[in-house]
Each structure stands twice: as structure tokens, then as C-alpha cells.
């Protein structure tokens, strides 16, 4: 077929892209968008936050089941896991999301291209399409929208049976006897805590001194303590110096970062998540000339503009948090740039969630950046064994910090740990947007008796005025 032109290209339907596709289409934009996996939706939808999170609701529902509804007076008799079912009502809802976009493209009128995106020129495309044809596309606006892939570990080599990915760790066939976990963050620990649940042993092994490192350091603590409590097995300040397979499983050569002392452990499953990195290769950018940062993302300005006229980048392929939210922001500020309309992402303001239980939510500074950079800060600490809801709901581990400038009382920081903490930050972070200020959340009623009063406890504890402590 010849040439197909349109106003814009995006290569990537991932939540940058589709939401970027969506936007545009309905701004009036002719909109094409290329993804080289048959299902859209990108990482997030396909093997990242909808997957993970199916598997963390079911987890979840078994522990409670197992551990906790006894306490309720609810006795359930001996509980058995049926893991092929969680696996496939978790594959049912991905298939039902991944097709529920592909529903908005045809609504929006978007065309789909299933295959591999490369440059030709700055403003042309070519497409290896899945079928084994070639197209070629034409657009004034070509965006960048790639995403991103796990990072690789010199010499451990994923295979995705016994070394496993965030990909591979989704659909294991049994609850490994000891999954071991490279790396404290956001994947280990969500991954770690599903596996555990399921009837694991999981070490979760991590370079520096402590977990979730980028987090407020108090909410690191308290997660530690309370994954400890559940059963995770932490091995800090530790490296991985090799790997073998044996018949049995998977030996890790461990050498401890202070005191350099050598260790082995043996496992049957090695999940490898040790962040991820911009996913650049084979788009032939180089041909073109877009500039790339030392780490390999896509260089842009405020505008996502490249240093080459026309080509644009957002998501997880450029700076920043890679998270599905923060692509989506700066898809929709993006198709509205170029249709004419004024925007920008408030990168202040954007949440940061870990859905362990409790989870782990936090937007703005931490206390940490707030002292790195001389800013004066009030601290409203509330914790949630006063919360009269946790004490109801017997989930009484963890607080809400709220963090202020001293002179202004602007919030300039929310972070939360609690059973609900990735539903309670939408205030804080509505709150940030609007620059709202301690006081005027300590004066705005909240419903009783629900844990975001926690919210409203922490914020009027920056003046040393919370009621229930
Ligand atoms: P992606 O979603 O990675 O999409 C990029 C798309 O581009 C892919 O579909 C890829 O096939 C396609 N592509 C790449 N190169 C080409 C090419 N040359 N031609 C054609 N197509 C191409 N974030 C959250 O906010 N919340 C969560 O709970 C969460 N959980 C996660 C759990 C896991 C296990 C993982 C791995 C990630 C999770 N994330 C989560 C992160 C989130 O998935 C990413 O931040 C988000 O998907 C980034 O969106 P994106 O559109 O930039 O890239
Ligand atoms: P991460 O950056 O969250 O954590 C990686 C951890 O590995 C860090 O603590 C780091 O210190 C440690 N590490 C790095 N190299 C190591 C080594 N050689 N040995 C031991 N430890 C090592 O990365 P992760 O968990 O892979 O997730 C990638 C990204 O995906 C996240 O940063 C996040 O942006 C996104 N994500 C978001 C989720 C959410 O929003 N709930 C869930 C899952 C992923």
C-alpha cells in the first residue's frame, strides 16, 4: 500500500500513547498509532499495573482468608489455592481492558497499526507490520511513546522460567518453594508480597541500606517492619556477584556491600527487578539525530519536543517517574499542545504508589528533599492506631505525614501508609494542585468514620492541634 498520511504518528499504544491517540482524535486531530504487540494498552495493561494488581486482590483475599478471618469470628475450615484460576480471571481482565482500548479506537476513530515502528526521515515511518508487510506513514507531529523495559543484570540471563522478569513472574505455573528477589522497590515488593501470600518463601535482596530508597525514609521503615512481620526475608546492603542454574534450581553468589562477606542462596525462582530503562532500540533515532540523555531516555523540553523539529517523546521513554499516570498526563498536555492549546504537567504533584499491604502512597517532597534543599518544614504526623476506623477494621499499621512550609504553610508534601493509602493520596494530591495549605485541609469536614479523617488529623497536627493524639 502507499504512503497513509495523518496530522500525528504515534508509535507506542501504551498509557503515553493511547491516551496521547485518544486526546488528539477527539481535538480533531487524524491520529495513527503503531504498537508492535497485537493487544494495546502498552506495558502497563498487558503485563505491568493491571496483571500485578489482579494477582495482588487475589493474593490479598487468600491471606485474609487463611490469617485474619478467624479474628472476625468467620472459620473457614482448611483453605487450598487453585492457582490456575487466579491466573486466568487475572488474564481475563487484562484481555477485557487491552480490548476495551481497542473499543475507544474505533469510537475515536483511531487507526491502528500492529507492528515494529522505525524512522525513514523526520517525518516518516516505517511500519514491519505483524503480517509481514510493510507500511509506510507520513505525519507534520510523530511521538515517541515507547516505553520502557526491565533493566538487565550483568551476567544473569532471564529466561523467564527459573530467572524471571516483572513478565515471567506474572504467570508462574506453581508457588515457587523460595522465590528470591533482586531489588527492594516497587516491582520486588509487590511481586514478593503476592508469591509470599500464595505459601513462598521470598528473600527480597537489595543493594542499599534500605527499601523503596526514593520514598520518604519513615514509610520505608514502617513497610519493612510490617513485609518482616508477613514473612518476607530482607538481605540489605547486598550484591549479587553471580548466578547459576543447578538441577535443582537457581544458586545466587551474594557478597555483603560493607563488610564484603560472601554468601550463597539457593532458590527454585530468581525474579530480577532492579528498575527498568527507556526502550529506544531499533527506532533508528540515531538516523535522525534525536539527542539522548546519558541513560538512555529521549531528550525533550517542556513542550516534549526533541531536539528534532517535529519528533516528540513522552512516557516512560523520557525523564522521570515511570509511572502509568505520569504518561498519561503528558499524553493528554501533549495532544492538547498540538492542537493549538496552551498546557503542561504539574510533575509536583504527581502520586507515587506502592500496593503492598499496607500500600505505600506519597506525593510532593520528602523530608529527605525538603532538608537537601534548606526548605523549612512543619511535620503533621498522624498515626493510624488513632484512626478509629483502622481500630474497626483492625488495620491499625501506619500514618499519614503531612509536610509544610514553615513560613506559608503550603503543603509540600503528603505520605501515607495504610490499608487504603493509593485511594487516600487523590486528596493530598488535589490538595497540592490546588495549593492548598495545612489549615485548609485541617478545616475541610471529613466524613466519619473513615481513614482519610487521618488526612485531616495529620494536617491539623502541623500546628500540634490533632484532636485523637
Ligand atoms: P509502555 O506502557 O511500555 O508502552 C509502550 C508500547 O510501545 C509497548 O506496548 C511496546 O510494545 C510499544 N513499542 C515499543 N517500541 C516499539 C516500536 N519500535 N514499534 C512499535 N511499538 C513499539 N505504573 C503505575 O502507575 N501503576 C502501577 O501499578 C504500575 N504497575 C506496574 C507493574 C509492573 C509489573 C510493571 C512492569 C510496570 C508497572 N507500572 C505501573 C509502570 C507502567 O506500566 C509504565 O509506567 C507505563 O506502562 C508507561 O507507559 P508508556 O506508554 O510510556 O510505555
Ligand atoms: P525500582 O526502581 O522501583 O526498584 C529497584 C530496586 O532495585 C532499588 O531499590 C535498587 O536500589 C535495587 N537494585 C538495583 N540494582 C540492584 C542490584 N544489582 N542488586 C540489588 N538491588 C538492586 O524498580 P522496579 O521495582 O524494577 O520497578 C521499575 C519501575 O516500574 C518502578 O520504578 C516504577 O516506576 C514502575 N512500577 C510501578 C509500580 C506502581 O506504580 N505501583 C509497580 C511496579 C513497577
Not at 159 to 178: A, M
Amino acid at each position: 500500500m502507499g504512503i497513509q498520511k495523518f496530522d500525528i504518528v504515534i508509535i507506542g499504544a501504551g498509557p503515553a500513547g493511547y491516551v496521547c491517540a485518544i486526546r488528539a482524535s477527539q481535538l480533531g486531530l487524524n491520529v495513527a498509532c503503531i504498537d508492535s504487540r497485537p493487544t494495546l494498552g502498552g506495558t502497563c495493561l498487558n503485563v505491568g499495573c493491571i496483571p500485578s494488581k489482579a494477582l495482588l486482590i487475589s493474593s490479598h483475599k487468600f491471606s485474609e482468608a487463611k490469617e485474619h478471618f478467624a479474628k472476625h469470628g468467620i472459620q473457614t475450615g482448611e483453605m487450598t489455592l487453585d492457582l490456575a484460576t487466579m491466573q486466568a480471571r487475572q488474564a481475563k481482565w487484562v484481555e477485557d481492558l487491552t480490548k476495551g482500548i481497542t473499543y475507544l479506537f474505533k469510537k475515536n476513530k483511531i487507526t491502528f497499526f500492529e507492528g515494529q515502528a522505525s524512522f525513514l526521515g523526520q517525518a516518516k515511518v516505517l511500519i514491519q507490520l505483524n503480517d509481514g508487510h510493510t507500511q509506510q506513514v507520513e505525519a507534520k507531529h510523530i511521538i515517541v511513546a515507547t516505553g520502557s523495559v526491565p533493566t538487565e543484570l550483568l551476567g544473569i540471563d532471564i529466561d523467564e522460567q527459573q530467572i524471571v522478569s516483572s513478565t515471567g513472574v506474572l504467570s508462574l505455573k506453581k508457588v515457587p518453594e523460595h522465590l528470591v528477589v533482586i531489588g527492594g522497590g516497587y516491582i520486588g515488593l509487590e511481586m514478593g508480597s503476592v508469591w509470599q501470600r500464595l505459601g513462598a518463601r521470598v528473600t527480597v535482596v537489595e543493594f542499599l541500606d534500605k527499601i523503596i530508597p526514593a520514598m520518604d525514609h519513615g514509610m520505608g521503615q514502617t513497610l519493612y517492619k510490617q513485609l518482616s512481620k508477613q514473612g518476607l526475608g530482607f538481605k540489605l546492603e547486598t550484591k549479587v556477584t553471580g548466578v547459576k542454574k543447578t538441577s535443582k534450581g537457581v544458586t545466587l553468589f551474594l557478597e555483603g556491600i560493607k563488610d564484603r562477606q560472601k554468601s550463597e542462596l539457593s532458590c527454585d525462582v530468581v525474579l530480577v527487578a532492579a528498575g527498568r530503562k527507556p526502550l529506544t532500540a531499533g527506532l533508528g533515532l540515531e538516523d535522525i539525530g534525536v539527542k539522548l540523555s546519558p541513560q538512555g531516555h529521549i531528550v525533550v523540553n517542556q513542550r516534549f519536543e526533541t531536539n528534532v523539529s517535529g519528533v516528540y517523546a513522552i512516557g516512560d521513554v523520557i525523564p522521570g517517574p515511570m509511572l502509568a499516570h505520569k504518561a498519561e498526563e503528558e499524553g493528554i498536555v501533549l495532544a492538547e499542545l498540538l492542537a493549538g492549546q496552551g498546557g503542561e504537567v504539574n510533575y509536583g504533584a504527581i502520586p507515587a504508589v506502592i500496593y503492598t499491604q499496607p500500600e505505600v502512597a506519597s506525593v510532593g517532597k520528602t523530608e529527605e528533599e525538603l532538608k537537601a534543599s534548606g526548605i523549612e518544614y512543619k511535620v503533621g504526623l498522624f498515626p493510624l492506631t488513632a484512626s478509629s476506623r483502622a481500630k474497626a477494621n483492625g488495620q491499625t499499621e501506619g500514618f499519614v505525614k503531612v509536610l509544610a512550609g514553615t513560613n506559608n504553610d503550603k503543603v509540600l508534601g503528603v505520605h501515607i501508609i495504610a490499608p487504603e493509602a493509593g485511594t487516600m493520596i487523590a486528596e493530598a494530591v488535589l490538595a497540592m494542585e490546588f495549593s492548598a495549605s495545612s489549615e485548609d485541609i485541617a478545616r475541610t469536614c471529613h466524613a466519619h468514620p473513615t481513614l482519610n479523617e487521618a488526612f485531616k488529623e495529620a494536617a491539623l497536627a502541623v500546628t500540634g492541634h490533632a484532636i485523637h493524639i
